[in-house]
Structures are given as structure tokens and as C-alpha cells.
């Protein structure tokens, strides 16, 4: 079968537990419209069948669970002007959702690249499973825009402003930097990851009636994946990113003079210097206004902002430098952090509404 013929998802039933299978391996499993719609609609009708007691979902191929959203398919349908591009992040915003409130166990398999949308339907699950192989990362602001798929409410609730780190940098982290702070509760030894008869027998074992510290049990041994390289810099990521608004983050990473910090904090600036400087105000703002709504404020935020973002923001051209015309310089308007005026950030949740 060619692409378009071909299932983007897969769907099964081992043990009792229904197997979803992002099924776009070519793609790193990106997210696209017809997925969404495939993956809410099975979602749907093992929501009431009584034979299935769990769900998981996965990635096809050994590299990626899901590396985000279509995000050219975006491009292209808001440049073509045929609306797809907002039903898609409306229909994406509602999967999520759904997953969060959803009345049966749901478990991610977070194996590989988990990203954007992949963190979207990866993070509201009851479980979330790493492996050796996962990277994991919010990068939205490469490419000029903001962690949204409720990145607005699981970011900020990372202890020690570590989700602001996440967020205003785009970093990518390890399995064992998602135990370490907050976005995964489990890891599997990669090899381990295509046993489902196995793995659905582990879910089913799951005494999910209890509160969530007291169900993994045997899942708390993460398999051999070493130290957490954030939680050496934590101490410094809770001072920079714990300033109020992204250019006193900036501020504060200049004057970080500790010898174990120092080279952190110039390699974060850099970092930094290379994102869109209008995404990045924006996305501490977007961040500190989610810090105290819930899920389903969160995601309405973000398709407000989405709406304004399109036609104003820098999304566009993140996509042509990177993915469109591939020149790989991106010409982000304004070019500097330092040109970001408060008045500015606030137009665009002033036109998205009462956000």
C-alpha cells in the first residue's frame, strides 16, 4: 500500500489491553489529522467495551514515539488557506484532553523521540513508560513558536522551574532526566519494548485503584541508564529560570560566575540566542499563565494564542528557514530578546481573548 492507503494507526487487543501503533515510522510518527481522528475514535470505542481494561500506545520502528506534530503539513494548509491547520489543533487539543480524563488505565510508551505532540498524547497518560532510547524535548521555540498541546500546564508544574528550562531552551533530555524531574514514572530496558504479551501482563498487574505513588511497585527499578545530568544543575536552572520573565532569566544567566555553572550557563545562552526571541517571551508568559488553570483552561489558552499566533507570530518562518527553503536561518522579527517589549507579549493574549 502507498502512504495515504496505509493505516497511520495500528490497533490490537494482547491480554486484554488494546495496543495503539503510531504507524508513521518514515515520519518519526509525527502527528497528522487523519491520526488524530484514528487515534480519538478507537480511544472512543474501547472507552465502553468492557473486554479492554487498559490501553497502550506506542510508536512504529525503533526510533521514535511520536517527534510532534505534522508541523509543514501546518505550513502548507495555512499558506493554501484550506482551515486545516486549525482543526487540527483543535481536534489535537481535544485528543489530549480526552486522554487526560479518559476512564480506563492509558499507558505511553515513550520509546525514542517524544516531542511536541508526541509529549501532548504522552504526558496525560496514567503511566508513563522511558526507555534508554528516549528523547525526550519541548522544542517548539526552535521554530518560533510555544509549547502548547497543555505544555502551558505540565511544564510549569515541573518542580524547581524546571519546565521553564524545558520550555524557553527547547533542550532535550533522557530517560533518566524524565524520571528525575517529573515526565515519566517508569522505565523498560529498550530491548523489552516489543514483548506486548509481557508488557500487557505488567499493565494488568498495575493495582490502579491506588494513588499513583503506590501503583508501580516493581516498575520503580529504571533499567541501566545513569545519572541524571539535570540534577546537577537543578540547584542553577531553580535561580535563572525562577526570574521573573525571559529577559531577567537571560539577565541572570550573564551574571553566573560559580565555576560548576559558569559553562551551563553561557551554553544556555546560546541556546537561547538561536531560538525565536518573540516565542521565547512569549512562552514564559504563556508558562506563568498556566502555572494555576487547569488542563482543559490550558489547551483553551493555547488555541486561543494558536489563532493569533498564525498571522502574527513566527511560526511560519521557523518553518520555512528550517523545513521550506531549508537555508537554516531564520529571520525572527524582533531579531533580539532585548526588543521584545512587554506590550508586545501582552497583544497577543490580549487579542486571544481573556487569557
Excluded at 479492554?52 to 502548507?76: M, N, S, T
Excluded at 486549525?86 to 487526560?100: G, P, S, V, W
Excluded at 529498550?190 to 505488567?202: I, K
Aim: aromatic share 8%; hydrophobic share 45%.
Amino acid at each position: 500500500m502507498s502512504d495515504v492507503e496505509a493505516p497511520v494507526v495500528l490497533s490490537e487487543v494482547v491480554e486484554g489491553v488494546g495496543v495503539l501503533t503510531l504507524n508513521r515510522p518514515k515520519a518519526l510518527n509525527a502527528l497528522s489529522l487523519r491520526m488524530v481522528r484514528d487515534l480519538y475514535a478507537q480511544l472512543s470505542l474501547w472507552a465502553t467495551d468492557p473486554d479492554i481494561r487498559a490501553v497502550l500506545v506506542r510508536g512504529a520502528g525503533e526510533k521514535a514515539f511520536c517527534a510532534g506534530g505534522d508541523i509543514r503539513a501546518l505550513h502548507d494548509s495555512y499558506r493554501a488557506g484550506d482551515g486545516d491547520w486549525l482543526r487540527f489543533f483543535e481536534e489535537e487539543y481535544a485528543l489530549d484532553l480526552f486522554i487526560a480524563e479518559y476512564p480506563k488505565p492509558y499507558v505511553a510508551l515513550m520509546d525514542g523521540y517524544t516531542m511536541g505532540g508526541g509529549m501532548g498524547i504522552g504526558q496525560p497518560a496514567a503511566l508513563r513508560i522511558v526507555t534508554g532510547r528516549t528523547r525526550m524535548a519541548m522544542p517548539e521555540v526552535g521554530i518560533g513558536y510555544f509549547p502548547d498541546v497543555g505544555g502551558s500546564f505540565f511544564l510549569p508544574r515541573l518542580p524547581g522551574f524546571m519546565g521553564f528550562y524545558l520550555g524557553l531552551t527547547g533542550v532535550q533530555i533522557g530517560a533518566a532526566d524524565a524520571l528525575f524531574c517529573g515526565l515519566a514514572d517508569a522505565c523498560l530496558p529498550s530491548t523489552h519494548v516489543d514483548d506486548l504479551a509481557t508488557l500487557a501482563r505488567r499493565i494488568n498487574a498495575v493495582p490502579w485503584h491506588r494513588p499513583p505513588q503506590q501503583r508501580l511497585g516493581a516498575w520503580t527499578t529504571p533499567a541501566d541508564i545513569g545519572d541524571a545530568p539535570l540534577a546537577a544543575i537543578s540547584e542553577a536552572v531553580a535561580l535563572h529560570f525562577g526570574q521573573s520573565g525571559a529577559a531577567a532569566i537571560v539577565a541572570s544567566l550573564r551574571r553566573e560566575r560559580r565555576p560548576q555553572f559558569r559553562p551551563w550557563a553561557e551554553e544556555t545562552l546560546a541556546l537561547i540566542a538561536r531560538r525565536s526571541p518573540l516565542a521565547v517571551a512569549v512562552t514564559w508568559e504563556l508558562l506563568s499563565r498556566g502555572s494555576g488553570a487547569p488542563l482543559a483552561d490550558c489547551l483553551r489558552m493555547e488555541l486561543a494564542l494558536d489563532k493569533v499566533w498564525l498571522p502574527r507570530g513566527e511560526l511560519l518562518e521557523g518553518v520555512r528557514a528550517l523545513l521550506v527553503d531549508k537555508d537554516q536561518q531564520p529571520r525572527w522579527n524582533p531579531p533580539t530578546l532585548e526588543q521584545v517589549d512587554e506590550a508586545l507579549i501582552q497583544s497577543f493574549f490580549a487579542a486571544a481573548g481573556h487569557y
